[in-house]
Each structure stands twice: as structure tokens, then as C-alpha cells.
């Protein structure tokens, strides 16, 4: 299903699916908490007309749903041929309040005079069991409430000249038999329940009288507090306003944002222009403003997965931040930064992955490998933190900023990895690789990690650190000394890594992994070029467009949410891209356009990016948007650009 369209301010996150309702409802922070039932359930939007009732998501309607290519507000189009009714919205989370709003066009298409009546239906589940949230409706000011300890949802609509919807029906949902208060609509007619408490549900109805072709304006909203009140006190704010006030403000928002990197898109292509805005735009969302990156807020993955991609990942928040840096924006990423600052361990490694409330996040990796302690990480997130500081440092002029991570993070992060060498191979220690599958020494890790060793020395040169500097400088070229070890002289390619056993021997994975080589090129671990480029000439071989919707799988046989078994695996935006990345590092620049367009091609009609699309047909797979993808779009794009 994924996402077309993710909608947010740093603090409240609102998710559409493919029929442009909103199935994602995240606050305070994004990714967390999601406060729809999340599995399977969405907010629904039901017409009435002439006795005959549709919701728009029964199939019967033709949908599209996409967002402005200079601000984070939807366009979504929804029309019923036998009703002869369209519905028109444009959505956003208000830059400035936590407030979801949509303003909603219906237009009776029928030549004739008619009642049209348009049922709004909420469902939030703010409990954490689906109990204890209460639903009511709130006479005094004529909204009604969500809420559950501190929580509140207020919910509000009204027609163009300021008339308040004229029905509302409060009930359980999904408990104790009870399929929900949105069954009440479908008679036109809403009961006028004021009250109920457990699993609750809530619908309000809009009456329009209109005539032939004509079209009146809706305003709806809900509005994410931490009390009544104080939802009550941003309530009237936005009433006083009007939502098409608070449009125009979101929408010179995000004008605002983009125009940053104004200097670098005037450079681009032209027909690359606006699927760089709209990446840009969705790795913005998020982007917790209080520093948390989030790899994807669609929580549709649930339904055949474990876990939600709701957390931070250090890696993936610093491949997001990327371009951003690249482009000359800053205060993403030092609150990228800071965030990791406060998350490092006392001895100087970063965990697996983390909520956005700095809260230790979900893993699959254990302390025990072999029946020895092993530290449950992923080196490569530590050193891929460390490596982006130097490309900020690069990209922005912001010295004290540096300086201020200098003691705090990058020192005890560039011990941490100076130390964690094994003495035999005078290579780092085995951990999990960067698709957190593999515990071993990869080439991948290795590569960043000396990459990373080098930044930190560049670092303590600068502000006099000169032991640091040379500690850390002679591991990496002790990292570099025994790097040989990673290219497979028989297959010609660099190998995934090796596990040190306790005879001493090393357990070699020979598999052909794109991360490897792509490790290689970007971390500079001295190799010759022609081995790396028979390492892209294998992967030409075995994993590039081997499968009729092309691109390339990250590895030899990935099976990681297999959908065909006659191939080596899904295409993925990430590996495909880094490979074009290659192409235009080596001059070769209709190759690296030839998969920027296969990537274009193959996102939602929004452009949004999924993880993986199916080999056969093309389809999204795993989350939509995953903002690695959305990343490396933008990298490759820059790529090849020419630089004035």
C-alpha cells in the first residue's frame, strides 16, 4: 500500500494511503506515537446522495492522490461516476500549530439541484491497548474531543460561509462485537451519541445544498495538544484565521525551506528539478524536530512485518541528511548531530537503532555470537555519524558547531573504533553489517570506519589534538594495510567480509554485495580501480537488470521480503542508485541517467520512493516512501550535475 502522501511539521506526522485517507497519525514526535489502530484501519469519507451511500475507498471511485511540488500539501481527487459527485483536497500539517487540515471542494457534477452530505469518520487509538480513550462532543464551542492522559484531539469542521457541521455520532469501535460508529452514517443520518469511552470511534456530517455544477468549499481539522485547553486555545486560532490562510502560511513554509538549496537545483536538469523538491520535501517530514531522522512512518508494513521502520537509525539519518548537507542546510542535520551526541554510549558506540524520543529502539541482535559476548551493533552507523560531520563540516560554514562535537562525540566515537580492531587482522571487529543481517568484518563497515578515523584525525589536527590525530590516523592506515584481504581473487569481486574464527582461520562470505564496492568507491579504501570496476562488471552480470522491472537487489540471493524466487532478489532504489553513482563517478553519465530514470519510473504517480519494488511487475514493496531512497535520488542527481 505505502504512503503517497506523508504530511508534517517535525511534531505531528499524518500519513494517506492510496485512496487519500488518512491512515497514519503521529504525536508528538514523528514516528511515535502512532495514534490510528495503525494495522489495517483508516479514517474513512462516506457521500450521501439521493438515498444512495458511498465510502470513497469501496472501489467504485477513481482516485488520485499526489502533493504540490513547492510544499508539503496534498492534491487529492476523488470521483464517483454514478453519483456524479467530485471531491477535491488539498491537506497539510500547519507549519506552525499542530493541526491536520483539509479543505475539501465538492462539486455536484448532475444537472440538477441536490443534497449532498458528506460523512468525516476519525478512529484513534492514543491508549496503547485500545482501551481507556474517551470520545465526546463538546457542546460549548461545537467540536468534538479525543483524548486519552495527555493527549487530546479536537476535531472541527465547517462549510465556506462558517456553519459548523449539523450532525455527529460518538460510539465504540472494534470492541465487544461493535464494528464502529461510521455503520451509522450509511442511512444519511447520524444518532447524535455524545459520549463513549474504550475503543472509540467518531463521525461528523456536512449537508451541501447544491446547485447544478456548482461546488462548495469544506474546512476540516483536528488539532494535536497535550490537554483540552490548550487544543482549544490553537482551535480558535485556526477558526479565526481560515484554513486558506494557514494554507498560504504552510505553503510560503515550505517555499521558504526549499529555497535553501535554490543555488544547487538551478544546476540540475530541469525535468529532475521537481522530483528533487518533492524528495527533499519528504525527508523534511522526517525529520523530528528534536533531531530523531525516521526511515519510514508507513506503518502499513505491519501487516506482514514485526515492527514498524518508525525509528532512527544513526546510519540511515545520516545517508538522509546527505543531500541536505550537500546543499547547504544545516539545522537538520546538527540536530541530527546533537541527537546522536546524547544517544552515544560511555564507550563510544552507537546502539542499533533508537525511538525519536531517544528511547532505545527494537532489535534482533544479541550479545552472545558463538557462545562469546559480542557488542549488538552496527560499527558502521558509529562511523557513517563521524563521516557526515566531515562532509558538514565541508558543505557548511559552522566551525563552532564542529568544535562543540569535537569532545562530547567525536573523540569517544573515534577511540571506540581505533580500539575495536581485532590484533590478528588488524581490521575491525566483526558486527552486524549495514543491512543488519551478517555478523562479520565487511568490507562495507571497514571501509567506512577508515573513512571515519581520517575525518576524526583531520579533526584533532584542528583543534590541537595531535596524540588523538595520530592514534587515530595509524589505525586507519592499519585498516588499510590489511584491506587486500576483501577482494575475492577468483571471482574478481569484493567479497561481503569474513568472520576470524577461534582457530585463527578466516571464514570468508564471498557474496556479491553492492554495498561493498559501493563502500569502496565512496570511502576511499585503497584499491585498484580496475578492481573495482570488475566488481561493477560482476554485478552487471549477476544482479543488475536481471529481472524484467531491472535495477539491483543489494546482494546475491536476498530474499529479505522475496516476492519471486527465480530472481536474486527485489530491485531497490538505494543499491540500483549507488551503482548509477558509480557510472557517474566514472564518466559515464547516460548510464547514471538511464537509473535515475528507472528509479523516476518506478515511484508512486506522487514520487514517492518504496524500499524494493517487486522484480517481475514493479510494484512498490516494503514501505513507502523509505527516505534512504529519497536520499540517494538526490545524491545521484547532484551526481551528475555539472558543478560551476
Not at 586507519?476 to 582461520?505: C, H, N, W
Request: net charge negative; hydrophobic share 40%; charged share 20%.
Amino acid at each position: 500500500m505505502g504512503r503517497p502522501v506523508v504530511l508534517g511539521n517535525g511534531s505531528l506526522t499524518v500519513g494517506l494511503n492510496e485512496h487519500g485517507l488518512v491512515h497514519d497519525f503521529y504525536y508528538p514526535y514523528v514516528g511515535l506515537d502512532n495514534l490510528t489502530t495503525a494495522r489495517s484501519v483508516h479514517h474513512l469519507i462516506g457521500i450521501w446522495i439521493d438515498n444512495k451511500f458511498s465510502w470513497v475507498d469501496d472501489g467504485s471511485w477513481a482516485i488520485n492522490v499526489d502533493f504540490d511540488n513547492d510544499a508539503m500539501i496534498s492534491l487529492v481527487t476523488m470521483e464517483s461516476a454514478s453519483l456524479q459527485v467530485r471531491l477535491v483536497m488539498e491537506d497539510f500539517v500547519d507549519s506552525e500549530f499542530d493541526v491536520f487540515c483539509r479543505r475539501i471542494t465538492v462539486s455536484n457534477q448532475a444537472d440538477s439541484q441536490r443534497e449532498v452530505r458528506v460523512f468525516m469518520h476519525q478512529v484513534f487509538q492514543i491508549s496503547r491497548a485500545g482501551r481507556a480513550d474517551t470520545a465526546l462532543f463538546v457542546p460549548d464551542d461545537n467540536y468534538l474531543l479525543d483524548y486519552k492522559g495527555h493527549c487530546a484531539l479536537l476535531i472541527y469542521g465547517q462549510d465556506e460561509i462558517g456553519r459548523p457541521f449539523d450532525q455527529y455520532a460518538v460510539g465504540n469501535y472494534g470492541i465487544e462485537g461493535k464494528e464502529g460508529t461510521f455503520c451509522d452514517a450509511t442511512d444519511g443520518q447520524l444518532s447524535g451519541s455524545a459520549v463513549e469511552h474504550g475503543g472509540v470511534d467518531s463521525v461528523m456530517r456536512f449537508t451541501c445544498q447544491l446547485e447544478p455544477n456548482s461546488s462548495m468549499v469544506l474546512d476540516y481539522w483536528i488539532v494535536a495538544s497535550d490537554s483540552q485547553y490548550n487544543a482549544e486555545e490553537i482551535h480558535t486560532v485556526i477558526k479565526q484565521d481560515g484554513l486558506l490562510k494557514r494554507k498560504n502560511a504552510t505553503w510560503n513554509y515550505w517555499h521558504e525551506w526549499l529555497s535553501t538549496g535554490a543555488n544547487g537545483l538551478h544546476l540540475i536538469d530541469s525535468k529532475y528539478v521537481n522530483p528533487v523538491k518533492k524528495s527533499l520535501m519528504i525527508i523534511k517530514v522526517h525529520c523530528d524536530k528534536r533531531g530523531g531522522v525516521i526511515a519510514s512512518t508507513d506503518s502499513s508494513i505491519y501487516n506482514y512485518g514485526r515492527d514498524y521502520y518508525s525509528y532512527v537509525w544513526p546510519r540511515d539519518g545520516a545517508f538522509a541528511l546527505w543531500p541536505l548537507i550537500r546543499l547547504g542546510y544545516s539545522q537538520e542535520a546538527k540536530q541530527f548531530f546533537e541527537f546522536c551526541r546524547d544517544i552515544l554510549t560511555p564507550r563510544g558506540y552507537l546502539m542499533h537503532k533508537y525511538q525519536p524520543d531517544r528511547a532505545i529502539g527494537s532489535t534482533w541482535h544479541p550479545w552472545l555470537h558463538n557462545n562469546r559476548k559480542e557488542l549488538p551493533i552496527q560499527e558502521d552507523e558509529t562511523a557513517s555519524v563521524v563521516y557526515m560531520l566531515g562532509e558538514y563540516a565541508q558543505y557548511i560554514d559552522d566551525p563552532e558547531f564542529i568544535k562543540s562535537m569535537y569532545q562530547p562525540f567525536i573523540q569517544p566515537a573515534a577511540n571506540f573504533m581505533a580500539n575495536f580492531i581485532d590484533d590478528q587482522t588488524h581490521l575491525p571487529h566483526a558486527s552486524y553489517d549495514l543491512w543488519e543481517e551478517k555478523f562479520l568484518t565487511s568490507t562495507y563497515t571497514t571501509a567506512v570506519v577508515y573513512q571515519a578515523l581520517l575525518v576524526s584525525a583531520d579533526f584533532a589536527d584542528k583543534y590541537g589534538d595531535q596524540n588523538e590525530a595520530n592514534n587515530w590516523r595509524a589505525a586507519a592506515s592499519t585498516i588499510l594495510k590489511g584491506s587486500m584481504v576483501f577482494f575475492d581473487p577468483e571471482r574478481l569481486a569484493y567479497r561481503k567480509g569474513f568472520l576470524l574464527q577461534p582457530d585463527g582461520s578466516l571464514n570468508f562470505d564471498n557474496t556479491l554485495d553492492i554495498s561493498s564496492l559501493y563502500g569502496v568507491m565512496m570511502y576511499g579504501l585503497r584499491e585498484s580501480s580496475e578492481c573495482l570496476q570488475a566488481s561493477v562488471e560482476l554485478a552487471e552480470k549477476l544482479l543488475l537488470d536481471q529481472s524484467p522491472s531491472q535495477g539491483s537487489p543489494r546482494y546475491e540471493n536476498d530474499r529479505y521480503f522475496e516476492t519471486d524466487q527465480n530472481y536474486m532478489g527485489n530491485p531497490w532504489f538505494v543499491t540500483t542508485l549507488w551503482l548509477a553513482q558509480y557510472y557517474a563517478r566514472t564518466k559515464q553519465p547516460d548510464k547514471a541517467n538511464h537509473y535515475i530514470d528507472w528509479a523516476l519510473a518506478n515511484s508512486l504517480p506522487s514520487g514517492v520512493l518504496a524500499e524494493q519494488i517487486n522484480p517481475v511487475n514493479g510494484q512498490a514493496t516494503s514501505v513507502a516512501p523509505l527516505v534512504w531512497s529519497h536520499a540517494e535520488l538526490v545524491n545521484t542527481i547532484l551526481d551528475v550535475t555539472p558543478q560551476q
